[in-house]
């Protein structure tokens, strides 16, 4: 018998065994203590079968993962220097747009401010000559300055990631903060419901292991 059809049967077999496992489970209800035996003896089995069938797959996963995390390491190592250098110049890229940007903002806030003295030395100007002094109070609409940003480079963009950092956590509002769920855990599974903690319902559950 080749290996390719000794492969086929034991495949056959593993299967065959997980249909009767869960044909077994299908049939299972617990109403009694002899049904609550029954299905912890199952529950047995279902564990030996899962082991069945990883003892069987493992050699091919162990042969499989050694060729893949082999082939990926040496991927990495061409790669590590790479991604560096990419971090560094996308760094470098995010700086040199921030400064632009405002320098753009600041150019185009120095020219408006500049049409906007034109526009209110025009109206002066004009209220002298006319002796009109009602143009002084028409609404002022100064136009907005268009200032180029930036050239784009096809296949790379840029995006706005806002964050923040805590400078004073005793002046942070109630509803920005989470409670110490690590904390409250240990503290829980340590005194096992002898104290209370207000706020929290400290309670049980009850779980089930089996071993193959």
Partial sequence: MST??????QQITIQQTIDNVLAEM???KIASDAEMVTAAEW???CKETAKLVKDHFEPDRLANYTAYK???DTIKAYTDKLDKAERIVKRQLADYQWEQEQKRRDEQRRLEDLARKQEEERRLQQAVETGDETVLDEPMIVPTVHVEPPPKVEGVSYAEHWTFEVKDERLIPREYMTPDLKKLGAMV???KGAIEIPGVRIYSEKTVRASA
């Fill in 70 to 72: 082999a082939v990926t």
């Fill in 43 to 45: 529950l047995k089995r």
């Fill in 189 to 191: 599974r340590a005194t």
């Fill in 26 to 28: 299908a049939q299972l």
């Fill in 4 to 9: 390719e059809t000794m492969e086929a049967t």
